[in-house]
């Protein structure tokens, strides 16, 4: 199963659900440098600016992007708080890789173990490959029905706004 925003006007993400483990993949290419990428993943002022759909703002309460660094963060719409997530950052490798856990307070044995993965396409463009492990596959059937790829959509297309900002400030 996989989804692709229909829009000639940015690129699409990829969301694929194997079918036989219990794993989502979420695949988006960006016009920037890892380096950007990254910093936009890992900056929590960046971070705020486009992480989930529009229609949603994140307070951080901890963003500690490092080796053994935790994360936690509340999704609010119209200033009320609509879902909790929190997580820890198992291994950081700097421009290249993240691997993290995710969890929704809301749903607190639906843990995810995540892996971003920043590949340089070269020409100043990035992919960013995301692997989801789940506990099962109807962990997985509900992730793919939760709507997340609203957010993940309009997020992405918030990042390429954020990206362009950013592109040779501070670089």
Sequence with gaps: MSTRMNSRT???AVIE???DIPVV???REFDAPPALVYRAHVE??????WMGPRSIDMDIHVWDVRTGGEYRYTALR???EIAHFYGCFHRVWENEKIVQTFGFEEMPDAVA??????VDLGDGRTRLE???VVESMEAQAGMMASG?????NEGYATLDEVLAGLDGAGE
Aim: charged content about 30%; overall charge negative.
């Design 113 to 118: 173990l995540e892996t971003l993965v920043l």
């Design 25 to 27: 993949r979420i695949t």
């Design 130 to 132: 995301i692997t989801s």
């Design 148 to 152: 997340m790829e609203v957010g993940i």
């Design 10 to 12: 940015r690129p699409e």
């Design 17 to 19: 659900a194997d079918p």
């Design 78 to 80: 119209e200033g009320e």
């Design 44 to 49: 929590p002022d960046l971070v705020k600016q």
